[in-house]
């Protein structure tokens, strides 16, 4: 049955009430027609309940806005969603991607992800070209997908809104990588999921690292919300030392934007419950609202907390990630690198959900604390001990 309005309804009950499903939710495609977005494909999906997301066709079928009930969830930075012809994938030294962050879900990889690097290419056979030399985040979120389908399917009585498409990240004498996207969302729910799987169309044995930069922003986050996750262990801080607690901002409860403010970045080793999954959320308990990432402990067994806390840029990213934060080479030598042969492919399924109300923030925290209970102290201090990544080939 499809929830619309406090009550359950049949398809038969939807469709008496009005000429189309349109007028209460749906997914239909739109595009963008001004400044740095100009051009870019989008579709729009509300499921009824006052969550509304929209979708870049033309940027890895990323999640750009995000908003429930008229309040924001996604983050918006500057850049806007900037067209993907107008990227320099080269430029600022591996930093430009920096110029085209923005949206609730930015896609990282798929053969790189974190900072520059420069990296064996003997795999690739070609003599000219003896490195892979990658910038900041790695190439695909700018990447138009090929949009293979979108509507609404209806089974019985419950209808799902889904969009599904291909990105090809390829090159001759180089990695040939596809990400196959799948989106979904049940008119009269609060939920998205995501499903995506990667797969190695080409014939070369390639490596493969994805991380997804969700980035929520203002009311969600704002002073006094709070970051919930069932923490192991507090593995990395790219600021611990003498300026672990210089700027006054742990991990666990978030400040105004402040000016000034250089990001911290931490990794937290994650447990999971007994099915395998890793919810973590950040609320705003004083407007009752909150949101909740769900991802699969054996697909992303790392796990990144990002705070860009800068008065203008204010944002806080959930990370989840194939990798450990050190990187590509720290994978290598620890054979942590998922390597792809022809055929080879990874698969990745995450839930995103809106909390509405302190019952259901309070339901998803008495939840994650089962699970583990997460460092009472604001600056834990990093353990640097990296688990093995199991289930990984050198």
């Not at 499809?2 to 595009?31: C, K, P, T």
């Not at 399917?153 to 799948?182: H, K, M, N, P, Y």
Request: charged residues 25%; glycine residues 10%.
């Amino acid at each position: 049955m499809v929830e619309l309005y406090g009550h359950s309804n049949s398809r038969r009950d939807v469709s008496a009430h009005a000429g189309m499903l349109s007028q209460f939710a749906g997914v239909r495609l739109m595009e963008l027609s001004d400044g740095v977005e100009r051009g870019i494909r989008m579709l729009e999906f509300r499921t009824g309940t006052g969550l509304r997301f929209t979708v870049l066709v033309d940027r890895a079928l990323d999640i750009a806005e995000c908003e429930h009930k008229g309040r924001a969830i996604g983050w918006h930075s500057p850049t806007g969603f900037r067209h993907p012809g107008l990227h320099e994938y080269e430029g600022e030294g591996g930093l430009s991607w920096l110029r085209s962050f923005s949206g609730l879900i930015v896609t990282c990889g798929l053969d790189h992800i974190l900072f520059m690097d420069d990296d064996d290419a003997s795999q690739y056979v070609y003599g000219p070209r003896t490195s892979v030399k990658s910038s900041l985040h790695g190439r695909i979120g700018t990447i138009p997908a090929r949009l293979t389908g979108y509507g609404e399917r209806w089974d019985g009585d419950e209808c799902t809104l889904w969009c599904e498409g291909i990105v090809q990240q390829s090159a001759v004498f180089g990695e040939d990588l596809q990400l196959i996207r799948r989106i979904e969302a049940k008119v009269g729910s609060d939920e998205i999921r995501l499903m995506d799987r990667v797969v190695n169309h080409g014939f070369y044995r390639t490596p493969h690292m994805l991380c997804y930069h969700i980035n929520v922003g203002h009311p969600v986050l704002a002073e006094g919300s709070r970051y919930l996750a069932p923490i192991r262990d507090v593995v990395w801080a790219a600021h611990a030392g003498e300026k672990y607690r210089a700027q006054g901002v742990g991990y666990r409860q978030l400040p105004a934007p402040k000016m000034g403010f250089h990001e911290q970045v931490w990794q937290h080793e994650m447990a999971a419950d007994a099915a395998g999954n890793v919810p973590v959320a950040l609320v705003n308990d004083a407007i009752g609202f909150g949101f909740q990432v769900e991802t699969r402990k054996e697909q992303f067994p790392c796990q990144y907390e990002w705070q860009n806390l800068q008065a203008g840029q204010y944002a806080l990213g959930i990370e989840p990630s194939t990798h450990h934060v050190l990187g590509k080479q720290f994978a290598r030598q620890r054979d942590e690198m998922i390597w792809l042969e022809h055929g080879d492919e990874r698969r990745y399924d995450t839930v995103f959900k809106v909390l509405d109300g302190a019952a259901a923030i309070g339901a998803a925290e008495k939840r994650i604390r089962s699970i583990a209970e997460q460092p009472k102290e604001d600056y834990p201090a990093p353990s640097g001990e990296y688990r093995k990544i199991p289930g990984r080939t050198a």
